[in-house]
């Protein structure tokens, strides 16, 4: 397939690009800069995930998008960056006629209890609420609402991190998956596997699901 990875230098966006050209998939990757990666033996393209406009361009012809941009660092706030790259994409996707998209989304929209999400407990780090809100609102008002698009918004466990390849996970729908002692954690080279699973079975069309150890 041919695939667009939007944010491919960043560090979840690494690993994604790097599973998809292991199983022999034709990806481009775009961010901002277009920086090239060290050991990354990708072509980047220099595009910006909230302009719809460049999304279309460079979504003509392609079989997938994923998105794994993240917050912008500095004076711009998570929640401008992070609903503005949903918008950009959702419309930029329609305008190139383009279907599939997976999203590389935010754990704190997850369940803990029902009507009781992550974000809203009192141990959620408050560093990470920001952001944490503004993936909510993505999800909630711009993916779930693109109803013409093959999206899924694919929720990592509440911790990941570097880590071991083990091609083992779990996935979830709206709730938080845990493991036995509580934890909720997936290493960033299994979720690479499990999106990279995602795009070559097409499923989970127009849902959310979570992936944990
Ligand atoms: N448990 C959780 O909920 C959890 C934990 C970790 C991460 N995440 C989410 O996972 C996503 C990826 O995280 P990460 O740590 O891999 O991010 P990261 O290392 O900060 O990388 C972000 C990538 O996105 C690109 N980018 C940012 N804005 C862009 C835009 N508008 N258009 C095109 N490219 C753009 C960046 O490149 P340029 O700056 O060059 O454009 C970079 O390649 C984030 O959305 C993050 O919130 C969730």
Known sequence: MKI??????????????AELLRRGHSVVGVTRTAAPVEGLDVQFVQ???????????????????????????GSENDEESL?????????GLRLAGTRRLI??????????????????????HPAWKPAALAHARALDEIYRAAD?????????????????RTGSYRTGGDQLLTDEAGDSRISIPDYAI???????????????ITVAH
């Open 103 to 124: 999203v590389v989304g935010g754990a704190g929209s997850l369940e803990v209890a029902p009507g009781q999400r992550l974000v809203d407990t009192p141990d959620f």
């Open 194 to 208: 499990a999106i990279a699973d995602l795009l070559d079975s097409g499923g989970a069309v127009r849902r959310r």
């Open 148 to 164: 013409d698009l093959d999206w899924t918004y694919v929720s990592p466990a509440a911790v990941i991190e570097p880590g071991e």
């Open 83 to 91: 609903v503005g790259a949903a918008r950009g994409l959702v419309e």
């Open 4 to 17: 667009l990875v939007f944010g491919a230098s960043g560090a979840i966006g690494q690993e994604i690009t």
């Open 47 to 73: 595009g910006d995930a909230a302009d719809a406009a460049s999304v279309a361009v460079l979504a003509q012809g392609v079989d997938a998008v994923v998105s794994a941009v993240g917050p912008r660092r």
